[in-house]
C-alpha cells in the first residue's frame, strides 16, 4: 500500500514537473516572439533577439545577444548590441503590464555611422538625410515606448561606444571604451506629485587615453526641460584626435593633453553654466609637417598657435579659459535627451575647435559648424565670452 502511495505522489510530482517546464517553455518562446516583434515594429528599425530564460523563483528574466539598428535609406547609422540583459522583475506590477525592477546590462556596444562614404546624390534627397547624433536620440524614445517601466537601477558595466565619420576629410573615429553606466529610478510613467527624481552617471575612457565622465539629474518622467548636469575630459592626448582637429579646426598638434570641464543649470528651458577647457605642453605649429601644406593653411596655424604662446601659464606651459554660458533652447519642440546631447557635444567643440574665437583666432571651419551640422548641434547660440 505505502509503494502504490509513493508511486502515485511520484506520479504526480513527475507530471508537475513536465507541466513547468512546458509552461516554462512556452513562456521564452512567447517572450522571444513577443520582445522580437516589439524590436521590429517601428520600419526604421531592426532588431533581434538571441534567446530568453526565466528564473522564475527569483523573479529574473535574462535576455541573450539582443540587437538594435537605426536604418536610414537601407544604411544603418546606429548599431547598438548586448551580450546579456538581466532583469530582476517584480511579477505583481508585471501582470498590470508595467514593468518595475532591475535591468544590468554587461558588454553594450553602440556603433554610430557619422554619415556614408563620399557618393554622388541628388541634390533633393540631401535633406531626407538623417544625421547618425538624431538617430541614436530617436533609438533612446523608441525603446521609452516600448512598454511602461519603474527601472529602481539601470547598470551597464563592460561597455563601447564607437563613433565613426565617413563624410569628413579626414574620416575619423572616436571610441568610449570600458564604460560603466549607473542610473536610478528611471521610469515613463507620469508621477502626479512630480517629486521622482532620477540620477544616472557614466565613466569611460576615451580616444587619447583620457577619461570622461558625466552626472545628471533630472526629474523622471523627465516632462520639462529641467536637469543638472556636470561632465568632464581629462587628460586627453590632442596627437590622437588629429583626425579630428584636421576635420573640423584645419588644424594638428604636435603634442598637447586637454582637459575639459563642464556644469549646467537647466530650468524650463534657460539653461546657465561654464565650460573651463585646459591645455598643458600644447604645440600647434610643427614645423617639419609644413612642407606638404597650403600657405593659408600655415598662416592660420601659425596664427592659433601664437594666441595659444600668448594664453599660455609659462611656468607650467599651460593655456586655459574658463567661459561663461547662458541662454533659451530655441527649439521650443527638444526634449531632455537632445538638450542633454546639444551641451555636452557643443561644450567640447567649442573647447577644442573655437577657444581662439575669444581673441579672434577662431578658425573658418569652426565658425561655420555654429550654423551647419545637425540638429541637436544648432540648439545652444553659444553667445558666450571667456571668463
Request: glycine share 8%.
Amino acid at each position: 500500500m505505502r509503494a502504490s502511495q509513493f508511486a502515485r505522489i511520484y506520479k504526480k510530482m513527475r507530471d508537475g514537473a513536465t507541466m513547468v517546464l512546458f509552461a516554462r517553455r512556452t513562456l521564452q518562446t512567447w517572450a522571444q516572439s513577443y520582445i522580437s516583434r516589439k524590436l521590429n515594429e517601428a520600419p526604421d528599425l531592426e532588431g533581434s533577439l538571441g534567446g530568453v530564460e526565466f528564473a522564475l523563483l527569483r523573479g529574473q528574466v535574462i535576455l541573450r545577444r539582443i540587437h538594435v539598428a537605426k536604418l536610414s535609406d537601407g544604411r544603418k547609422l546606429v548599431d547598438a548590441r548586448c551580450e546579456e540583459v538581466c532583469i530582476h522583475i517584480q511579477w505583481r506590477p508585471l501582470l498590470h503590464g508595467i514593468l518595475v525592477g532591475k535591468v544590468s546590462l554587461r558588454a553594450p556596444h553602440v556603433q554610430i555611422r557619422g554619415g556614408a562614404q563620399k557618393k554622388p546624390e541628388k541634390k533633393e534627397n540631401e535633406k531626407d538625410k538623417v544625421d547618425a547624433s538624431e538617430a541614436l536620440l530617436d533609438v533612446i524614445r523608441q525603446s521609452q515606448r516600448l512598454t511602461p517601466f519603474r527601472l529602481q537601477l539601470l547598470k551597464a558595466t563592460e561597455g563601447r561606444v564607437d563613433y565613426v565619420s565617413y563624410d569628413t576629410t579626414p574620416p575619423f573615429k572616436l571610441t568610449l571604451d570600458e564604460f560603466s553606466l549607473s542610473a536610478v529610478d528611471l521610469t515613463n510613467i507620469p508621477d502626479p506629485g512630480g517629486k521622482t527624481i532620477a540620477h544616472i552617471s557614466l565613466a569611460g575612457r576615451t580616444t587619447g587615453n583620457g577619461q570622461f565622465w558625466f552626472r545628471l539629474t533630472l526629474p523622471s518622467p523627465p516632462d520639462t526641460l529641467t536637469f543638472e548636469l556636470h561632465a568632464g575630459l581629462e587628460r586627453v592626448n590632442l596627437v590622437d584626435l588629429n583626425d579630428l582637429l584636421r576635420a573640423y579646426a584645419k588644424f594638428d598638434v604636435k603634442r598637447g593633453v586637454c582637459s575639459v570641464y563642464s556644469e549646467f543649470t537647466v530650468e524650463n528651458g534657460y539653461y546657465r553654466g561654464q565650460v573651463q577647457p585646459r591645455f598643458q605642453d600644447l604645440d600647434v605649429f610643427a614645423w617639419q609637417k609644413e612642407h606638404s601644406k597650403g600657405f593659408l593653411q600655415i598662416c592660420r596655424q601659425a596664427l592659433i598657435a601664437l594666441v595659444a604662446s600668448l594664453f599660455k601659464n609659462r611656468p607650467r606651459d599651460e593655456l586655459a579659459l574658463n567661459i561663461g554660458i547662458t541662454g533659451t533652447f530655441e527649439d521650443a519642440d527638444v526634449d531632455v535627451w537632445a538638450a542633454v546631447g546639444s551641451l555636452l557635444g557643443n561644450a567640447f567643440r567649442r573647447s577644442l575647435f573655437s577657444h581662439g574665437s575669444e581673441t579672434e583666432a577662431r578658425t573658418e571651419a569652426a565658425a561655420a559648424a555654429d550654423s551647419s551640422g545637425p540638429r541637436w548641434r544648432r540648439l545652444i547660440p553659444w553667445k558666450a565670452t571667456a571668463g
